[in-house]
């Protein structure tokens, strides 16, 4: 067993994710627009489904409770991975990115994502189980991020704190290159892809802490994380048109971190089944989207 998993689990995890990189960057990105938004659509579903087999396998394989674990995970990183994709379309917004222009820095995105989560995930792991204390630090910054979420308000077209920084460094950047620039020539492509890697990492801080909520496993919360930075690229397109009309979605998000902080931080006295935590995940998110589209926006001003 190597950090939760044997090694043959580990390699057949990271064989899986060639062959999607593999297809995502070489086959469908290929073709018109229209295909390409199909492709996206599609293969959004398929990695959903795959996920969800990957969960069942593990309850096969491994148990009930780390299935579950899996699946929660997963949802929750993908969940968060919204709030994530609306500060790209912002970013690639104020830069006037075209579709293969956000392709190109969105698959380099998802690339170093990878390698920064294993890192994240592994010195996370490292310190819980060091350190008891460490426990109430994630479920303090948790917290407070929970709360930063609910303070976002409602149609500001701006990135909060560093986000903010980071899209206006980046106009800077490519204004300044001229016209090409704008069509991303080297340096503006690696200080483009720079800004991205910085975002997630700004997010993983979020969202490793309230994965290792759900798990202390380190193949758990690895392959959860993986399969919903997998299908970043992919959502960031379906969404694209409709992360307007989510509009309530970040308060969602919020209620979740807060769950999962309490969750960390009530640890020692209330132990919360993952059973309960997925139910509580789902619901969430199913009546913030519910909302958003029911209720009308002039009620929100």
């Known amino acids: 067993m190597i950090a939760g998993a044997t090694i043959s689990y580990w390699i057949g995890f990271h064989v899986l994710v060639v062959v999607l ?45 780390p299935g579950l674990e899996f699946f929660s995970g997963y949802l929750i990183e993908g969940s968060l991975s919204i709030d994530n994709l609306f500060v790209f379309l912002l970013m690639f917004r104020s830069l006037r990115l075209n579709t293969d222009e956000q392709h190109r820095v969105l698959m380099w995105g998802v690339l170093g994502a990878i390698v920064m989560r294993a890192l994240f995930i592994a010195v996370g792991v490292s310190l819980l189980n060091r ?38 460094c980046c106009l800077r950047s490519v204004q300044d290159q001229g016209e090409a620039g704008i069509k991303l020539a080297m340096p503006g492509l690696l200080f483009v892809i720079l800004a991205v890697e910085a975002t997630d990492l700004i997010f993983a801080l979020d969202s490793v802490p309230a994965v290792l909520a759900i ?34 979605l970040h308060y969602g998000l919020a209620v979740i971190l807060a769950f999962v902080a309490l969750k960390m931080l009530l640890a020692h006295w209330i132990e919360v089944p993952v059973t309960i935590s997925l139910a509580v995940i789902l619901t969430t998110l199913a009546i913030f989207a519910i909302a958003s589209k029911l209720i009308p926006e002039k009620k929100l001003s």
């Not at 297809?23 to 627009?33: K, P, Y």
């Not at 479920?139 to 899209?167: N, T």
């Not at 496993?217 to 989510?246: E, H, K, Q």
């Open 21 to 65: 990189l593999a297809v995502d960057l070489f086959i469908l990105q290929r073709g018109s627009h229209s295909t390409q938004a199909r492709n996206a659509w599609a293969w959004t579903v398929f990695l959903a489904t795959l996920a969800a087999g990957f969960a069942l396998f593990l309850s096969k394989t491994q148990g009930r409770q």
């Open 215 to 248: 798990s202390r496993d380190p193949f758990i919360v690895y392959t959860s994380n993986i399969f919903a930075i997998l299908g970043l690229r992919s959502l960031y397109f379906v969404l694209a048109r409709m992360l307007d009309s989510l509009r309530l």
């Open 131 to 168: 350190f008891a204390w460490v426990n109430y630090i994630f479920g303090a910054f948790l917290l407070i991020a929970a709360i930063r979420l609910l303070r976002h308000k409602q149609g500001d077209d701006s990135a909060p704190g560093i986000m903010s920084w980071l899209q206006r």
